[in-house]
């Protein structure tokens, strides 16, 4: 296990000044996730527009470095998206995450996926997946408009 | 005292995490075992193993006379006035649900007032909020102030004619609190109204003499007092054993069956239905012999001083904020740092091979009320030294490094 991959400067910057915070203008979808293993919370607001474009993602909530950078780095690389390519990179990290594969999106740039990778360090900490895939599948339940609060407890 | 030979006990201390030796502060959660307890369980199975009970063959009657041994040393080790008044549950969460099941089964009805405390852990609200939706039972809260004391003038202004039971922890498993479970015994006695204290944290940490707590029902178990999981305990004043009601139905609590009539069999097995953790139960007996053997007082005297080390070593650091500051504490310390999850420290310090543990600690009404979502929490146990604080603190300070807070 390495701490300097889990805790990449990227990872650590993103969670002390996690982007887009906060509710954005003119949210049309919003879901809640939670941790029930520590008690952290996501709320997150998305506003879709008639193309099923994301127009705008935002989030509330509190949680450690790893959940923060993970939410505020996927609001930076959502925002902008259609409906099925959001769905698309949600997929490539959770793959990522949970069976160890490379990111291959087209949705991305090189960039992105840098980006999207140094949150791949925590495959290493399996008490830590949670921490960083609770925002992604929030993502899901904002954009299918589930009405229930996503529970890390209760994903497959 | 040498406690460098009572950590030899603990054969886990051989090991070593993530290379490193095992530096083990999450003893609230649970405490290792030494040698003598694992070697009981390992015997029992391998040359005294029967059920309890029933059978009239050798080993029958050995593991009964055994199993009736843990509870004789369990009876004298809190100081109860009868064996019977001791029963064995699966873990303290059972002995305190056998209580609010039947006890609210027999005496609460809609609008009676249960009084717990801001302090509980889940363990012990949870249970009383059954009979808040079955019943429409109130459940009021005691409060406690900012350094985690209970405040008892408020929790005696929520005494009225309606509340029918106090369940009070004896020992914060947050804030390391030791409750005047005395006092507030004898408040609620004043008024007639029955205690139930939860003892997970005190019973290993701290003298527990219930008869002269006199409180009426005392929970705790036995895999946080250096015993097996599986055996959990439930003192019970004998007069409350005679009024209530069976909990769990089955084999080895009746008297007689008949198709339209069953009778129960008499405290304690009247509550200890099925095939109970014979052979955990048994070897519980071994856990209070290791404790007897280094002493209560000596136990305490050495945790007391660790824990005021680990308090000194911490208020040298700048960010770390201890969480209460009770008059009377014992060796929990919840803390946090500025800037840094308690997940993310838990996970740091894991890689020194430091266990603490991190999140609510099942207690988020204490959590909310002190605006906190999670805290981590280093727990003092008999095998930890200075050594263990130096090997913690160096590990806080570089989390802090990490993240690059100073």
Redesign the interface.
Same mark, same amino acid.
């Given at each position: %296990?390495d701490?300097k991959q /889990?805790?990449q400067d990227i990872i /650590?910057e993103h969670g !002390?000044s996690p982007r887009n915070k906060g509710k954005c203008k003119g949210y049309n979808h919003e879901a809640k996730g939670y941790n029930p293993?520590?008690?952290? !919370?996501v709320h997150l607001y998305l506003k879709l527009d008639n193309n099923k474009k994301i127009e705008s993602l935002s989030f509330e909530g509190?949680?450690?470095?790893?959940s923060l950078a993970s939410v505020s780095i996927m609001t930076e690389l959502i925002k902008g998206k259609f409906f099925d390519e959001a769905k698309a990179i949600m997929n490539a990290f959770l793959n990522m995450i949970k069976n160890n594969l490379e990111i291959k999106s087209n949705h991305l740039d090189d960039d992105e996926k840098t980006k999207l990778m140094s949150l791949s360090g925590v495959k290493q900490?399996p %008490?830590?997946v949670k921490?960083a895939t609770l925002s992604w599948h929030t993502l899901i339940s904002a954009l299918d408009q589930k009405k229930d609060e996503v529970n890390t407890e209760e994903i497959n | 005292m040498d406690i460098n030979k009572i950590k030899s006990q603990f054969p886990i201390f051989a090991r070593k995490i993530n290379g490193k030796p095992l530096v083990y502060l999450d003893s609230s959660n649970s405490s290792q075992k030494p040698l003598s307890v694992i070697n009981r369980l390992n015997d029992f199975y391998k040359n005294e193993f029967s059920n309890i009970g029933r059978s009239i063959h050798s080993l029958a009657v050995n593991a009964t006379n055994k199993f009736d041994e843990t509870r004789v040393s369990v009876k004298n080790f809190i100081n109860a006035k009868f064996k019977e008044e001791i029963i064995f549950t699966k873990n303290a969460t059972e002995a305190i649900n056998l209580i609010s099941t039947t006890f609210g089964q027999q005496y609460i009805k809609e609008g009676d007032e249960i009084i717990i405390t801001e302090l509980e852990h889940h363990s012990n609200y949870v249970p009383w909020h059954f009979l808040r939706e079955s019943k429409k039972a109130i459940i009021k809260f005691a409060p406690i102030n900012e350094d985690g004391d209970i405040l008892i003038d408020e929790l005696k202004k929520l005494i009225t004619s309606k509340t029918k039971i106090i369940a009070i922890t004896h020992l914060s498993n947050v804030t390391g609190t030791i409750v005047p479970v005395k006092e507030i015994v004898e408040i609620a006695h004043k008024k007639k109204i029955p205690v139930l204290v939860d003892g997970c944290q005190s019973v290993p940490h701290i003298n527990v003499d219930v008869s002269d707590l006199d409180c009426d029902f005392y929970a705790f178990s036995g895999h946080k007092a250096y015993g097996p999981t599986g055996v959990g305990v439930l003192y019970a004043k004998k007069k409350w054993l005679e009024k209530l009601p069976p909990f769990i139905g089955g084999g080895a609590m009746i008297s007689e069956v008949k198709k339209d009539k069953i009778t129960y069999a008499s405290f304690p097995e009247k509550y200890e239905a099925g095939t109970m953790p014979t052979a955990e139960v048994i070897t519980f007996n071994e856990s209070i012999k290791f404790i007897k053997s280094i002493g209560m007082n000596n136990l305490i005297e050495h945790e007391k001083k660790i824990t005021n080390y680990a308090l000194e070593e911490f208020k040298k650091i700048n960010s770390v904020k201890i969480i209460g500051n009770p008059k009377n504490k014992a060796g929990v310390i919840a803390f946090t740092i500025k800037g840094i999850h308690p997940h993310d420290i838990a996970t740091i310090l894991d890689e020194d091979g430091v266990a603490i543990r991190a999140g609510h600690h099942c207690c988020q009404i204490f959590h909310e009320k002190m605006n906190l979502t999670a805290t981590a929490r280093a727990s003092i146990g008999i095998y930890n030294t200075k050594e263990d604080i130096d090997i913690l603190c160096r590990g806080i300070e570089n989390c802090i490094k990490i993240f690059n807070l100073k």
């Open positions: %296990m701490l /889990l805790y /650590l !002390k293993l520590c008690g952290d !919370k509190e949680g450690c470095a790893i900490f %008490m830590r921490c | -």
